[in-house]
């Protein structure tokens, strides 16, 4: 279960990137990250992202336009 939701429908990149390290950098190490995105580029960014920060995606996945995305703090 997520302990902070962001909901970044109707961004496009690096918004829904930018506003998930902003929501990050004040969530303690093991709490996750709940993101909402509506950028069919938002999977490859986001897998990106935790490669190079180290944080770890624990989930992705999508239904219609919206993709879903689960991001622990390490």
Do not use: H, W
């Not at 902003?22 to 935790?50: N, R, Y």
């Not at 490669?51 to 622990?72: M, R, W």
Request: glycine letters at 6%; proline letters at 5%.
């Amino acid at each position: 279960m997520a302990d902070q939701t962001l909901d970044a429908k109707g961004l496009n990149c690096p918004l829904p990137i930018l506003r998930a390290k902003k929501a990050l950098k004040d969530m303690a190490p093991g709490q996750i990250l709940a993101i909402e995105a509506t950028d069919p580029g938002s999977a490859k960014d986001f897998e990106s992202f935790c490669s190079q920060t180290g944080n770890k995606l624990v989930k992705a996945s999508e239904d219609g336009k919206v993709f879903y995305y689960e991001i622990e703090k390490v």
